[in-house]
């Protein structure tokens, strides 16, 4: 992808995730963003990618620089990792598998780390209920999202 095709890629991102909201959930759409450059470019684009897109999300919100940096960055070194060879050999499970995780693993370190730096944003339990929710949403994702080398 091109410099603008990600531009626009994250713009619509951003944009889709501000106005869609399933059960009063809004998805993670970023979290796709990051994992499909962890899986197709490498660890390093991925974490790149990661700090890009987490470092704007973390300017748009009202909080802390970093959470959401240093998720989108974990969740940009993780797929190419365990997904494209390096540990599993890719299959659409591991795919759906792999974007439930690193949603999961995003929304994890963003809430314990704007718990121990700042305050937490919601409770454990609404914490907890929509990073599921938002993990389910993504996980059909994750089965499209495929390595260079997948058959």
């Given at each position: 992808m091109t410099y603008v095709a990600w531009a626009l890629a994250v713009l619509l991102a951003f944009l889709l995730q501000a106005k869609i909201s399933i059960i009063s959930i809004v998805p993670n759409l970023t979290v796709l963003l990051v994992y499909y450059a962890g899986m197709k470019y490498g660890e390093t684009r991925g974490m790149t990618v990661g700090l890009i897109i987490g470092g704007?999300?973390?300017?748009?919100?009202?909080?802390?620089?970093?959470?959401?940096?240093?998720?989108?960055?974990?969740?940009?070194?993780?797929?190419?990792?365990?997904?494209?060879?390096?540990?599993?050999?890719?299959?659409?499970?591991?795919?759906?598998?792999?974007?439930?995780?690193?949603?999961?693993?995003?929304?994890?370190?963003?809430?314990?780390?704007?718990?121990?730096?700042?305050?937490?944003?919601?409770?454990?339990?609404?914490?907890?209920?929509?990073?599921i929710m938002q993990s389910l949403i993504n996980a059909a994702a994750g089965m499209f999202i495929r390595p260079p080398h997948a058959d």
């Open positions: 704007i999300e973390d300017s748009l919100s009202a909080s802390i620089i970093g959470p959401n940096m240093l998720g989108k960055a974990l969740a940009g070194f993780f797929p190419s990792f365990f997904l494209s060879g390096g540990f599993f050999i890719w299959t659409p499970l591991f795919g759906i598998l792999g974007a439930f995780l690193l949603t999961m693993i995003d929304n994890t370190v963003v809430f314990s780390t704007l718990g121990i730096f700042d305050r937490p944003p919601t409770s454990p339990s609404s914490a907890l209920r929509i990073a």
